[in-house]
């Protein structure tokens, strides 16, 4: 189908916008096209969705959306001419700008923001959606989990065509499970938790109240749970992951047990989060009728995504950046960091803009505890450096161990000062303190700006 | 000395920072060489001879879930606090624990009544950092507030504090939490203690007096605890919220 003329039109005029702004260094100009064509015809991205020809998937979730599709992206790669928003930038905006420059795709592969999913579904009708999970999360821009939801449930309902990928052991997830849908879920009772972390939040069974008993207990709240009272339990799993194998931080592997029968997966990203995500990115094209052997070839090749977990060479050290940024992602980049090796030197970086959310509280919700036994030196950096600095000081590390430097630049440097030579400096930075911490050590030349790595 | 804590419903009601709250009372009190020996109490639970009860923030469903059970304690904890033990009540907790919590579809959940106060739920959230003048303290506070609890306090009742910035109980009385002998409420979390030290200092004295022992405990250097108040305060100033 082609456009109609003034919308072309627009279109040229709006990608030019963009490159304008990344020329004029305003950050990756990747959702100023979006913002502006939302603002002059919210229902040109109908139109443009609807001229994909295999249409869209969309990715939703707490934790994970990111690293997710760009696993799908992956996936597909060889085979489909893709539109996905790979830099990160999931509200409609961006959604909108992608379509906008994505000229000739096949197909959509947007991540969206738990807030933004009923305007992005309304706007897309995506013929899969994947929900991967539900954890508190800036309360203070996105309210109240059950709210969160509640929409998703609207958005589910009003979507019958769409084949479901579903993560089963979130209860609120699994809750939204419907003939068709493919749910997925982890099968290794040897990696569940001792017991359910302090940052678990749908505990409760979603439809009457009673706590819920787990079997298995993975992350948070995700695990094989029933309630004893009215007998809601996990959903019959579809694929799952078993036979899991950590390896501290230089990856994982794991059986992928799936209709089409069952296949080995390695991963070069650490962490049983990362397991989840694979997971779920395989269940997304295995909807998408992906062979086993693509799916596979897919996750093999797979790399970090931007700052999620990455290492960076700055001269003779070595920088690892994991994105924290709530309760439950934070506590498995601590645990994954504990599985390897403890760093002695951390920055971390708290800063409280919106994207990182204004209210730092969840940062007393994090169980960083396992951290302090091996660490010498913690540089609190960021707009919020003090609060953070006391979250260490009331969690038990030394104060004298403790050293607060707000500037970003001038923390990192005293970090890789503590950090002897051929060490490695662990970061770990919200969204907006990542972005910035990678612009300082992008100026200087040792990685690449986020949107010029992005496909 | 040891000092019991009561942590009500820690399963149900932790949902902004709550255990910060209680690290800080524990560390406090351990540098002064007193011990905090904290007890859950959940459903169903007796109520332990406390000195200080503690009770957090839950979602509305969360909150549902509790308020019955907390009703059902309220005989054991009047007579507590009428001996003389101290409470902290923060946000969902703080509603509890007035007269009657109203939500959105009408249903009234029953409150303890140990502060003189009615919440209705209202459709408009109150989000934003907030700073208190204390004056009764000689104090301020500095916390964030994230509620769509509408607090009117009856005629009399005494609030924690003169709101400077940000919405306080209802967003138009310009005051913000309650407190009542040894018992304080507040919509306050961030959390409020790691910042607000005097305040963590207070609640020790009392429950230690409660406990037996009057004394006026040390003071700390707080250089970090200060410095986080006033980048909060300062958040609040900025930031308005009204």
């Known amino acids: ?455 | 000395m040891r000092i019991v804590v009561g942590h009500l419903y820690p399963d149900y009601l932790n949902i902004y920072a709550d255990r910060g709250n209680i690290a800080v009372l524990a560390e406090r009190a351990r540098v002064r060489g007193h011990e905090l020996d904290v007890r859950a109490i959940g459903m169903h639970d007796d109520v332990p001879e406390v000195d200080l009860f503690y009770v957090g923030g839950g979602q509305d469903r969360e909150q549902a879930l509790v308020a019955e059970d907390l009703a059902g304690k309220a005989e054991v904890l009047h007579a507590a606090v009428a001996d003389g033990a101290a409470v902290l009540a923060v946000c969902g907790g703080y509603q509890l624990l007035g007269r009657s919590y109203r939500d959105l579809s009408g249903a009234e959940l029953p409150g303890v009544g140990l502060l003189p106060l009615r919440t209705v739920a209202g459709k408009r959230r109150m989000i934003g950092d907030v700073l208190l003048d204390c004056a009764w303290a000689g104090e301020t506070l500095a916390g964030f507030e994230n509620h769509a609890g509408r607090t009117s306090l009856e005629a009399g009742a005494e609030p924690l504090g003169r709101v400077v910035s940000g919405f306080g109980n209802d967003g138009e009385s310009g005051y913000e939490g309650c407190r009542a002998g040894r018992v304080y409420g507040t919509y306050l979390h961030g959390p409020l203690l790691p910042r607000n030290p005097w305040f963590a200092d207070r609640l020790l004295m009392e429950a230690l007096a409660h406990a037996g022992v009057e004394v006026e405990l040390t003071p700390l250097a707080d250089e970090l605890e200060h410095a986080a108040h006033t980048v909060s305060a300062a958040r609040a100033r900025a930031r308005g919220g009204r």
Not at chain 1, 83 to 99: C, D, K
Not at chain 1, 320 to 344: C, D, F, H, S, Y
Not at chain 1, 380 to 395: D, I, K, M, S, V
Request: hydrophobic letters at 45%; one cysteine or more; a negative charge.
């Open chain 1, 1 to 455: 189908m082609r456009l109609p003329i003034p919308l072309a039109l627009e279109a040229a005029a709006l990608r030019s916008a963009g490159a304008l702004s990344r020329i004029a260094g305003r950050g990756g100009g990747t959702t100023l096209p979006g913002k502006l064509l939302w603002k002059l015809d919210p229902g040109a991205i109908e139109l443009l969705a609807r001229r994909l020809e295999r249409g869209s998937v969309l990715v939703s979730a707490t934790n994970g959306k990111t690293t997710t599709s760009a696993m799908v992206a992956e996936i597909l790669r060889p085979s489909v001419r893709v539109a996905h928003n790979a830099s990160g930038a999931n509200l409609v905006s961006g959604v909108a700008s992608t379509l906008l420059e994505r000229n000739g795709a096949e197909l959509g592969l947007f991540e969206v923001d738990e807030a933004a999913l009923p305007e992005v579904v309304r706007r897309v009708r995506p013929r899969a959606l994947l929900l991967g999970n539900l954890f508190r999360d800036q309360l203070d821009r996105y309210g109240e989990l059950e709210i969160v939801a509640a929409r998703w449930c609207e958005a589910v309902a009003s979507l019958p065509e769409t084949c479901l990928v579903l993560n089963g052991d979130d209860p609120q997830i699994g809750n939204l499970a419907r003939p068709g849908a493919l749910v997925f879920g982890l099968d290794d009772p040897r990696q569940a938790r001792p017991a359910l972390q302090h940052a678990a939040d749908s505990t409760h069974c979603v439809r009457c109240g009673t706590p819920y008993d787990y079997a298995a207990a993975y992350v948070g709240h995700l695990g094989d749970y029933r309630c004893p009272s009215c007998g809601h339990a996990r959903p019959p799993l579809a694929l799952a992951a078993r036979d899991i194998e950590l390896n501290g931080l230089d990856g994982a592997a794991f059986t992928l047990a799936t209709p089409a029968g069952d296949t080995h997966v390695e991963l070069t990203l650490p962490g049983l989060y990362n397991v989840y995500n694979a997971l779920a990115a395989a269940a997304l094209a295995l909807a998408l009728e992906v062979p086993l052997d693509g799916i596979t070839a897919g996750l093999h090749r797979f790399a970090a995504v931007f700052g999620r977990f990455e290492r960076i060479a700055v001269g003779d050290r070595r920088l690892l950046m994991l994105l924290i940024k709530n309760p439950a992602g934070a506590n498995e980049a601590v645990r994954t960091l504990v599985e390897g090796a403890a760093p002695r030197v951390a920055v971390v970086a708290l800063n409280d803009a919106i994207a990182d959310g204004r209210d730092v509280s969840w940062i007393w919700d994090v169980d960083f505890e396992p951290l302090l036994a091996g660490l010498e030196s913690l540089v609190a950096t960021g707009t919020r450096a003090a609060e953070l600095a006391l979250r260490f000081a009331y969690g038990g590390l030394a104060r004298e161990r403790i050293e607060v430097v707000p500037s970003l630049e001038q923390a990192l440097d005293r970090g890789l000062e503590l950090t002897p030579a051929g060490g490695e400096l662990t970061l770990l930075p919200t969204y907006t303190a990542m972005l910035a911490l990678r612009k300082v050590v992008a100026d200087r030349g040792h990685v690449a700006n986020y949107w010029v790595t992005a496909p």
